[in-house]
């Protein structure tokens, strides 16, 4: 009795971190167009996650898209459409 009940604990705490690691490794993906980014920066600025750093240009470069929470600030900042952010709910 006792062994099932801790047996099913822990595979129900198993699934919760499966599901947890998916969630913060596959929710949300960044497409960046750099033809249309004029590399203002602005993207970067606002991003509070620090998802990018910015390259010689400042042209931004996805550095960690794995910290990326999905508000789309940078889609929403960006004066030239060049950055898309899909995925989540
Ligand atoms: S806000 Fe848009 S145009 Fe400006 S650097 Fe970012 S992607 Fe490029
Ligand atoms: S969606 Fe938000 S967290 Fe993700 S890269 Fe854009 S600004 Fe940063």
Known sequence: M????????KRYYAECWEE???GVTKKF??????RLCKGCGICAAFCPKGVFTRDDDGKPVISDDMVCIG???CELRCPDFA???TGGI
């Open 20 to 22: 947890l690691h998916m």
């Open 29 to 34: 993906q960044i497409i960046l167009d750099s």
């Open 71 to 73: 508000c789309k600030m």
């Open 83 to 85: 950055i898309r952010v």
């Open 2 to 9: 006792y062994t099932a009940t801790v047996r099913r604990k």
